[in-house]
């Protein structure tokens, strides 16, 4: 039996992220198992952009994303092997897996990764009502049908729940000439970023019904229309307040569940808050030398927050490999009033890096919030935030030395104001005004107040900073407030006089081993044009080899912006 000083279970941000990180802390006897037929993962269908930001101090989309770190595995010709499915894991860190070429296997790594990612809630985890016509999807598995295989999943589409897929994808039906009548939120609060509700809701007129649910499903063969209702504070249907829509498509976006079942089979300890393994400082579950990281741990909102749990779970499985990874006495983290969960559950201060990070989220929506950290009972600490919200990851970084004096427990709580929603009724009213307000082909206008206050999101980044712009008599910007950096000021002038957006799309492709290439604009186009270009788009058919970056159209419709490749495709045919 083979044995590997370290195998890594997944090809996707974390995986990539982990093997070329043990390289680069001098492990070189690495194999990466990956079960689709390439590696990136879930980023290959995610071709929209905002990836990068933190990692590589730019935006890009998925793939390339995805890509800028396959290269590298490819650069320290770490092996890998796809289309390889791990079957069973062991406390021993024996590795079972198959695939066409080999058959079964069984190797043993001196250390394990576990970077498996996470699923999708479906139909059935939510006790849906109604028949099972066609029609009813998960949000991911549309947005893979859409992006990479180039089919169509409906044109009057519903989408439940208001997580960052569920978004994405009701901007990206839009933009396919797709009507989406509206999105159900169960929580007085959207669960996606604040950058996402502008840009996928807000600039296409799609209503978001907040404290709503879908009560039944019409349709037997194919879905002719769901009812959704209100909900009360006990997230239970209110009788009478049903509402029947027509729609042929129902995307549900109802959250993810990490990917566990190797994790279990090997004796790792998993949290019940966030469904992933308990792990230390260095990533390291319960089990010696098996490591987790990214959303088989927790479910993330950003992708480079996933790259950075790889690379510390790549650090730590190669100081283990070494025999220089230090377990001394430890304490635990702790979640008080108001968080969900702290990450990770416990830390020895001895092996921790020059400086800690902790992730966690919130349990409500906050303004003016202020979090409390208190060392074995005693307040030590207050960290400020303007604003914070179940969506958003939220990090705190502490020194090592801050660490070395605690003895049982680090805890975290939040105070602040807890900030809900419209009464449901009232959020239906307004989520029909805003419908009303922008028509789907119209992509939305900028602010139409002429004097006075505008309140706005910043999407410049994932921070998705909570502006307000003060405009004189002329509706000339004479103020912006709340912005972290200078670009939230840039953003919310040009918002103000002429809004833009980058646009993502794909065009068929001839010679490939996918139908679908992902394609983006070099820069901003005016919001007024997005469905000119996008039409332009659709015209096209592509034909391999396609590298990233690759002019397709250049000067499109005369704007001086360029439509691009935003991903490699070799000229071959899918096996």
Not at 38 to 57: A, P, S, Y
Not at 289 to 300: K, M, T
Request: glycine residues 12%.
């Amino acid at each position: 039996m083979r044995e590997y000083d370290l195998i890594v279970i997944g090809g996707g941000s974390a995986g990539l992220a982990a093997a070329t990180a043990a390289y680069e802390a001098g492990i070189r006897d690495i194999l990466l198992l990956e079960r689709d037929f390439e590696l990136g993962g879930i980023l290959m269908q995610c071709i929209h952009n905002g990836f990068g930001l933190h990692t590589f101090k730019e935006e890009l989309s998925g793939p390339t994303y995805a890509e800028r770190y396959i290269r590298k595995l490819e650069e320290y010709e770490i092996a890998y092997k796809t289309g390889t499915m791990v079957t069973n894991i062991t406390a021993d860190k024996t590795v079972e897996y198959v695939n066409p070429d080999e058959g079964y296997v069984r190797i043993s790594g001196k250390a394990i990764i576990l970077a498996m990612g996470c699923r999708e809630r479906t139909r059935g985890s939510i006790v849906m009502p109604g028949y099972r016509p066609s029609g009813i999807w998960t949000a991911g598995t549309a947005q893979r049908y859409i992006n990479m295989e180039g089919y169509m999943v409906g044109r009057k589409v519903f989408i439940l729940g208001s997580g960052d897929i569920g978004l994405i994808m009701a901007r990206r039906l839009t933009l396919e000439g797709a009507q989406v009548l509206g999105v159900a939120e169960l929580m007085p609060y959207s669960n996606g970023l604040a950058r996402n509700q502008k840009q996928c809701l807000e600039d296409y007129g799609i209503p978001l019904y907040l404290s709503h649910t879908v009560t039944d499903i019409f349709g037997k063969s194919r879905l002719t229309g769901i009812e959704i209702s209100e909900v009360d504070g006990n997230l239970k249907p209110v009788p009478g307040t049903g509402r029947v829509v027509d729609c042929d498509t129902l995307l549900l976006s109802v959250g993810l569940i990490p990917e566990n079942e190797l994790s279990s089979g090997a004796g790792v300890d998993l949290s019940p808050r966030t469904k992933g393994a308990t792990v230390s400082e260095s990533y390291e579950t319960s089990v010696p030398g098996i490591f987790a990281c990214g959303n088989v741990l927790h479910v993330h909102d950003l992708v480079d927050f996933v790259s950075g749990e790889g690379v510390k779970a790549g650090v730590g499985a190669a100081r283990y490999i070494r025999g220089d990874l230090s377990r001394g006495s430890s304490f635990a983290t702790k979640a008080g009033t108001g968080i969900g969960y702290v990450l990770p559950q416990s830390v020895s201060a001895g092996a921790c890096a020059d400086r800690t990070e902790f992730m966690f989220r919130v349990t409500g929506t906050f303004r003016k919030a202020e979090v409390r950290i208190y060392k074995d009972g005693a307040l030590w600490k207050t960290v400020k935030r303007p604003h914070m919200a179940p969506a958003e990851m939220e990090k705190i970084t502490i020194r090592k030395e801050d660490l070395t004096d605690i003895k049982e427990s680090l805890l975290f709580e939040v105070a602040g104001r807890e900030t809900g929603s419209e009464p449901a009724a009232v959020a239906v009213k307004q989520a029909e005004k805003s419908a009303g307000s922008a028509p789907q082909e119209s992509a939305g206008t900028a602010p139409q107040e002429t004097v006075g206050i505008v309140e706005m999101i910043c999407i410049v980044c994932p921070t998705g900073c909570h502006l307000t712009v003060r405009k004189d008599a002329a509706g000339k910007v004479t103020s912006v407030t709340g912005n972290t950096c200078p670009r939230g000021e840039k953003y919310a002038r040009q918002e103000i006089e002429s809004p833009t957006r980058t646009l993502t799309g794909t065009v068929r492709l001839e010679g490939g081993c996918l139908p679908r290439l992902p394609v983006i604009t070099s820069d901003a186009v005016p919001k007024d044009r997005i469905f000119d270009v996008m039409r332009e788009i659709n015209r096209m058919t592509v034909h391999t080899p396609v590298h990233t970056g690759d002019i397709l159209i250049e000067n499109v419709l005369g704007l001086g912006v360029n439509v691009i490749a935003s991903r490699d495709m070799p000229d071959l045919a899918r096996k």
